[in-house]
C-alpha cells in the first residue's frame, strides 16, 4: 500500500494517533519520502524539536521508522537521518487486533462466569464474593447493593469479539468460547 493510501484509511489514523498523541500526529501523519532530519521536519512542520524527536523515537519503538547517524568531521556534531518505515503498519496493526481479541474473549469469559453487585449510589461494582463479605451493604455508604445483570456487557462484547474475528478470519472453532 502508498504511504498516502495508508494515511486516509481511519484505522491507521487512530493507530498512529494512540502510538505518538495528538502532539506527535502531524509528524506521524506526513512521512516524507527519504530520509529527513528532525530539525527539517521540525521547520517543515512548524513544531517544537522536542515533540518532533518525541514522535520520531515512538515511532522507531514500533518498528515504523529507523535511523542513521552522522558525524560532521569538522564540528564533530551528529546528525540523525530517519526513515520512515510505513510498510510496518499493516502487520503492526494486525498483532494489536489479535492482543485486543485476545484479552476481550478473556475479559468476556470472567464477565460471563461471575456474579456482581452494584451500589447505585456510588456506580461501584462488586464480586459476589466482596458483596457477601460486605454483608450486602455498601462499604461507602452503606445502601443496599443490587444484583447486577451484565448481560448486555457480555452481549456487546460478543458483537466486538465477531468483528476482531471477522477482520482477522479468526474461526470461532479456533477459540474455547462460546459466541
Ligand atoms: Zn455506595
Redesign the pocket.
Known sequence: MAFEDLLEDPVIQKYLHELVGPKGMPVAAAPPDGEVTDEELAEELDLELNDVRRALFILYENDLASYRRLRDEDSGWLTYLWTFQYDNIPENLEEEMYRLHDSLVERREYEATHEFYL????S?RFEFGEAMEFGFE??????ALESLDNDRLVDAMDRRIGELRDELNIEPEEVDVEV
Not at 138 to 143: D, F, L, M, R
Open positions: 451500589c447505585e449510589v456510588d461501584i455498601c462499604p461507602e455508604c452503606g445502601s
